[in-house]
Nanobody
Framework: WQLVESGGDLVQPGGSLRLSCAAP????????IAWFRQAPGKEREGVSC????????NYADSVKGRFTISRDNAKNTVYLQMNSLKPEDTALYYC?????????????????????????WGQGTQVTVSS
């Protein structure tokens, strides 16, 4: 089983994109879902995380106020709405699921978790911000 991301594209600075993270083979109802990104030559960065109910979210400082994470468990999908995009947002974006709960909105440990602390990963969708 794995997650499937979509929605990446080439967009101009200041533009918007909405990424989707779907789970074709299992239900995401009980999973915390996180978005990560990795640009060439850079370390992976945690972008945002959402609890299983959607009631708690956390964002990297670099995207606060511009990105919004949400989920529709009925559609088995998590979204990442990205507004006011900047060239430095250019990266491969991918999502991952974990049974570890997100309870505290100030908890950033999800971004530092090891790969094996996440149950499923997607292959990623490319976001390029350029004029």
């Amino acid at each position: 089983w794995q997650l499937v991301e979509s929605g990446g594209d080439l967009v101009q600075p200041g533009g918007s994109l909405r990424l989707s993270c779907a789970a074709p083979g299992f239900t995401i109802d009980y999973f915390t879902i996180a978005w990560f990104r990795q640009a060439p030559g850079k370390e992976r960065e945690g972008v945002s995380c959402i609890s299983s109910s959607g009631g708690t979210t956390n964002y990297a400082d670099s995207v606060k106020g511009r990105f919004t994470i949400s989920r529709d468990n009925a559609k088995n999908t998590v979204y990442l709405q990205m507004n006011s995009l900047k060239p430095e947002d250019t990266a491969l974006y991918y999502c991952a699921s974990t049974t570890a709960p997100l309870v505290d909105p100030d908890d950033e440990s999800w971004a530092r978790a090891r790969d094996d602390e996440y149950d499923y990963w997607g292959q990623g969708t490319q976001v390029t911000v350029s004029s």
